[in-house]
Structures are given as C-alpha cells and as structure tokens.
C-alpha cells in the first residue's frame, strides 16, 4: 500500500467551504479512481489566520496513483478553484509505503 500525502495552506476562515470543495473534487476523484482505498483531510490551525491542510490517499499502488494523477505522479493534482482558496501551492506530493498499521480509520 502507498500512502499519498500533500500540504498547503489556507485562510482559516475558509477551512468548512474549503473542506466541501475538496470532497466534491480531489476526494470524488480519488474514490472513483480503481485502487483508491480511501482518503482523509486534516486541517491544523497556524494561530495567524491560516490553516495547513493535509490530505492523504491510500492506494495499492503506484500505477494506481499514475491513474489518477498522471505519470509525473509526484507532482500535485490542482482543480480550477484551488487558487481562490490556497495561499501557495506547493509543487509536489510526497508518496510513503505503507509498512504496518491498522488502516485508514473514517470517523
């Protein structure tokens, strides 16, 4: 399993449209792309205004996350409204391969 992880920022006020937005695209991608396990996205406040989002995605393989993101898979995905919200965007997604745990937990 491989663990696809990326980090931005954004206003805090924005964070519950923000977090509907990301549902409707990215989230809605990764579920309808075959070898996607799932998904979540975490937000943590900076204290200064902003919020550092994360979202991670499970998937069985690279070539799955080709699939979605295209054969330069380590570069992030961005969708038409993400400039509205995010105040960088940075250029590239890490990618983790999953050792042991329990799995990705919806809560």
Known sequence: MILRRWVGRI???DEAE???YIAATGGDDYLSTPGNLGWQMLFRDLGDGTSE???LSWWTNL???KAFA???YERAR???EDDRFLLD???GVDHF???DGSGPLKG
């Open 53 to 55: 989002v994360t979202t």
């Open 97 to 99: 391969r999953v050792a």
């Open 78 to 80: 961005y969708y038409p």
């Open 63 to 65: 070539e799955v996350i």
């Open 70 to 72: 295209g054969e330069d």
């Open 89 to 91: 965007r940075p250029p």
């Open 11 to 13: 206003r805090a006020a």
């Open 18 to 20: 923000y977090r509907a």
